[in-house]
T-cell receptor, first 114, second 115 residues
Framework: DAGITQSPRHKVTETGTPVTLRCHQT?????MYWYRQDPGHGLRLIHY???????DKGEVSDGYSVSRSKTEDFLLTLESATSSQTSVYFC?????????????FGPGTRLTVL | GENVEQHPSTLSVQEGDSAVIKCTYS??????FPWYKQELGKRPQLIID?????GEKKDQRIAVTLNKTAKHFSLHITETQPEDSAVYFC??????????????FGAGTRLAVHP
């Protein structure tokens, strides 16, 4: 499982509240990613990180921010959660950015925004 | 824009039959094509991948073919078993801003293998 954990695994929250999801990895991988998974859309990239304090936006970044202060932790924050952010969130890691950019996923966090 | 189309969205086969899932991609510069299997409530797991310098790759009952000219690639599962039942996702690697690669995923195919 590439040493990836996510917390919490399930969360129910209310519209307008802030939410932070955590991804933790134990194998010192440089690249980390946050995806959301919704029916009919596959997995869509929210943000990614290519090193400590180095992050960039993915294709669906509006309403989300990230931080990476340590190699092992990548945090995803919803500043003010909305019902459209109800989804399953997956963290992923990879060892390189090049052709062999194989990504391995964490177990996921199911978020429900009421 | 950049996208990956995956067909069919659902596929039902009898145990022992073959299953084929097809994907097309838009960016001719894509050079890496992984396939993931996701069982209900679980994480996507890599089952096979292919790079643009290879036309076909096999791993036991699973094979992937790539046609760069037509910009499509396919997953073939032979002698299907009930445990092959899952959602399968294809993806294509595309260059992102800053020179980093990103994966664009297809919408998924739900495969059901009936005993």
């Amino acid at each position: 499982d590439a040493g990836i954990t996510q917390s919490p695994r399930h969360k129910v929250t209310e519209t307008g509240t802030p939410v932070t999801l955590r991804c933790h990895q134990t194998e010192n991988h440089r690249y980390m990613y946050w995806y959301r998974q919704d029916p009919g859309h596959g997995l869509r990239l929210i943000h990614y990180s290519y090193g400590v304090k180095d992050t960039d936006k993915g294709e669906v970044s509006d309403g989300y921010s990230v931080s990476r202060s340590k190699t092992e932790d990548f945090l995803l924050t919803l500043e003010s959660a909305t019902s459209s952010q109800t989804s399953v969130y997956f963290c992923a890691i990879s060892e390189s950015r090049g052709v062999t950019d194989t990504q391995y996923f964490g177990p996921g966090t199911r978020l429900t925004v009421l | 824009g950049e996208n990956v189309e995956q067909h069919p969205s659902t596929l039902s086969v009898q145990e022992g039959d073959s299953a084929v899932i097809k994907c097309t991609y838009s960016d001719s510069a894509s050079n890496y094509f992984p396939w993931y299997k996701q069982e209900l409530g679980k994480r996507p797991q890599l089952i096979i991948d292919i790079r643009s310098n290879v036309g076909e790759k096999k791993d036991q009952r699973i094979a992937v073919t790539l046609n760069k000219t037509a910009k499509h690639f396919s997953l073939h599962i032979t002698e299907t078993q009930p445990e092959d039942s899952a959602v399968y996702f294809c993806a294509a690697s595309m260059e992102f801003s800053g020179g980093y690669n990103k994966l664009i995923f297809g919408a998924g195919t739900r495969l059901a293998v009936h005993p």
